[in-house]
């Protein structure tokens, strides 16, 4: 069986998958779910705790969650058009989504790095949330970072169970901390 690389790491936008790939996908996630919900939207919020918020900046975990409620995901991330999306966000405040309209989102008030307050599942935790337009939240979300990716609240001890069952099959190494080799899933 041939093996490469790229197999084993994923390029992402920081120094650590944990805190950029993973709230990329959580954001893409929670998206779906705004998609489903009956509500209309008027903006985004996200709050990020733990270590997410304590190495935030420095390992661009803001960067990935605004990202990500823009729309893009780490299998068709693209720098160039990451830059200029992330520039347009800054310059109108909004985030405009195809089916989800244009949303408010200022990423200095609403990209919040909550150092006090702990999460009760996980210490790497996120917290997504869309508004009405009162600025109400009507839809709110918890993922955490286990590792590999990043789940939401009610699925976390799924979670947990099945990457114990998949660690006792397989190693996983350790790369810079706490980076993990990303493996397929099966």
Known sequence: MFLSVF???KVGIGPSSSHTMGPMVA???FLDLMRASPFKFAGLRASLHGSLAFTGVG?????ATI??????????????RAEEVLAEINRTQTITLPDLGTLSFAPKSDMIFDYD???DGHANGMMLMATDAQGDVTLRETYYSIGEEHRP???RQ??????R???ARRHQAAVAGDERLHQPRA
């Open 7 to 9: 197999d084993m790491f």
């Open 27 to 29: 954001a893409a996630r």
């Open 59 to 63: 390992h661009a975990t803001d960067r």
């Open 67 to 80: 990202l990500g409620l823009a729309g893009f995901t780490p299998q068709d991330y693209d720098n160039d």
């Open 117 to 119: 307050t702990k999460l």
């Open 153 to 155: 609240d009610e699925t």
């Open 158 to 163: 799924r979670g947990i169970a099945r990457r």
């Open 165 to 167: 069952g998949a660690a």
